[in-house]
């Protein structure tokens, strides 16, 4: 069985710091990994995914993250947040055939 | 292209009562699953349908039942609520489930925001 943590419930940041958010996870099979956000009052959407090759991913809204195979984790980065970056951010790992979401990271970017 | 629809939005139902939620996948995906969302609890997996037939299931009573219609559309039913069922239920759709040449890109609808009292 697989899992997902993500290690910070909430992360509060200025405007225009950087941001980075905590996902480890756990499997006995080869995994793909993604990044979801869900704004308020919306469902989720793809910010980006690893599937294959290079370990930095770039995804959408300046979003990028890092696979590492040997700590298992998928961590994601911006070096600029905006106050529009303020939503809920899940990671989830896809093997074999289950995906599992982490436990989300609400984000509050303050002006 | 139109997005996953999701109907109703909003809904309020007492214990005791069923609800029946509704949705609409991108039009060529097959496959469709829900999931529960609670502050409490996170994002669970409720069930996940592909062609019709229920693939995977999650950690959740019986009295949680689904079902995929030909045309992809796919409902979920909740017999007997509890004041605990109040959520927000989400549904997302993509081509093929996981395992099956899965890109990873699920498409989530806006939700159906369902409040027991």
């Known amino acids: 069985a697989q899992s997902v943590t993500q290690l910070d419930s909430q992360v509060p940041v200025f405007e225009e710091a950087p941001v980075e958010l905590r996902c480890n996870y756990s499997s006995s099979v080869s995994v793909y990994l993604f990044w979801y956000v869900q704004y308020p009052n919306q469902g989720l959407q793809l910010l980006l995914k690893y599937l294959s090759g290079s370990t930095l991913v770039k995804g959408i809204n300046g979003f990028e993250a890092e696979f590492n195979k040997s700590q298992t984790s998928f961590h994601l980065r911006k070096p600029s947040v905006h106050i529009s970056d303020t939503a809920e951010y899940f990671c989830?790992?896809?093997?074999?055939?289950?995906?599992?979401f982490g436990g989300g990271t609400r984000v509050l970017v303050k002006p | 292209k139109a997005g996953v629809t999701q109907t109703p939005r909003y809904l309020i139902k007492t214990r005791g009562q069923q609800v029946t939620l509704s949705c609409s996948p991108i039009?060529?995906?097959?496959?469709v699953s829900w999931y529960q969302q609670t502050p409490g609890q996170g994002l669970q997996f409720l069930f996940e349908y592909f062609s019709e037939t229920q693939r995977n299931k999650g950690n959740f009573p019986g009295r949680f039942s689904g079902r995929q219609f030909s045309n992809s559309r796919s409902e979920m039913n909740v017999s007997t609520l509890e004041l605990g069922d109040s959520a927000l239920y989400l549904c997302?759709?993509?081509?093929?489930?996981?395992?099956?040449?899965?890109?990873?890109?699920?498409?989530f609808g806006e939700g159906s925001r369902l409040t027991v009292l």
């Open positions: 989830a790992v896809a093997a074999g055939n289950k995906l599992t």
């Open positions: 997302a759709s993509s081509l093929s489930p996981p395992g099956q040449g899965f890109t990873g890109e699920l498409f």
């Open positions: 039009s060529g995906h097959r496959s």
